[in-house]
Every structure is written in structure tokens, then in C-alpha cells.
């Protein structure tokens, strides 16, 4: 669960207008993988802007939408919060959440056998401790 008021702390971001969501399900940066009451993350990359997919999140049932210029989603019930940049946004929020849980974290690289490794590992360490790995 993402907490408004511990995302805009560890952002600095701000909500232009009043919201109606306070809390959101997690993070999704693709329209077509949104999840009702999700916060969408309007990114901008060389090869888009995602900035041009916040109605369609809107439409999708997203929450919220963390987004770098004012959107006036106030009509539709949706809380807009804005930064100076979502993908350094994205980062401060997630060493807020490590300095947070401090979780023990496990990292796996190479040029082969990544993912049988990180499932290996993540089957050996499931048995004893709560395990997240990326899907796929």
C-alpha cells in the first residue's frame, strides 16, 4: 500500500488540487497492465511521454497519477500528484521504503543464468523468510 502522505514526503511532490484517494495499491506505468486504484506513473523517457496515457489511466480506474505538469483531474476523482521528475520521484521513493523496511536484498547479475538463479534462490529462501522476486 502507498501512502499519499509518505509518497509526498519522500518526493516533495505536490497535490494542486484536493484528491480523493489518500492511498494507492501500487505503481503502474502501462495503461494496459492498470489495476483499479493503482497510482499511475506518467513517465518520460526519450521514447515517450507518458504524460499522453493519463486519460487512458484515468479511464482504467487508476487512483492517482504522479505525473511532472498539473493535470486538473479533480472532475474525476483522481489525485494528481506532481514532481519535478517522476523517474528520480520513483527512486527517492524507493530509498525512503528501503531506509524504512531495511530489508536484506539479494542481487543476482551475469550475462546467463539469471533467472534460474534468482528462482533457486528465491525457492531456498521462501522457506524460512518472506521472499519478493520479479516476475518473469
Known amino acids: 500500500m502507498i501512502d499519499l502522505k509518505d509518497l509526498l514526503a519522500a518526493t516533495g511532490g505536490i497535490v494542486p488540487r484536493a484528491g480523493v484517494a489518500g492511498t494507492f495499491t501500487d505503481f503502474c506505468y502501462d495503461t494496459r497492465l492498470l489495476n483499479p486504484g493503482e497510482l ?12 499522453d496515457y493519463i486519460q487512458a489511466a484515468v479511464r482504467g480506474g487508476a487512483a492517482g497519477v504522479l ?12 489525485t494528481c500528484i506532481v514532481v519535478d521528475d517522476t523517474r528520480q520521484a520513483l527512486l527517492d521513493w524507493a530509498r525512503c521504503i528501503l531506509r524504512k523496511l531495511h530489508p536484506r536484498v539479494v ?16 525457492a531456498v529462501l521462501s522457506r524460512r523468510h518472506a521472499v519478493f522476486r520479479k516476475p518473469g
Open 40 to 51: 499511475f506513473l506518467a513517465v518520460v523517457t526519450d521514447k515517450g511521454d507518458g504524460h
Open 67 to 78: 505525473c511532472q505538469r498539473p493535470v486538473d483531474l479533480e472532475p474525476d476523482g483522481v
Open 107 to 122: 542481487a543476482i547479475t551475469g550475462s546467463s543464468g539469471k533467472t534460474t538463479a534468482k528462482e533457486l534462490t528465491a
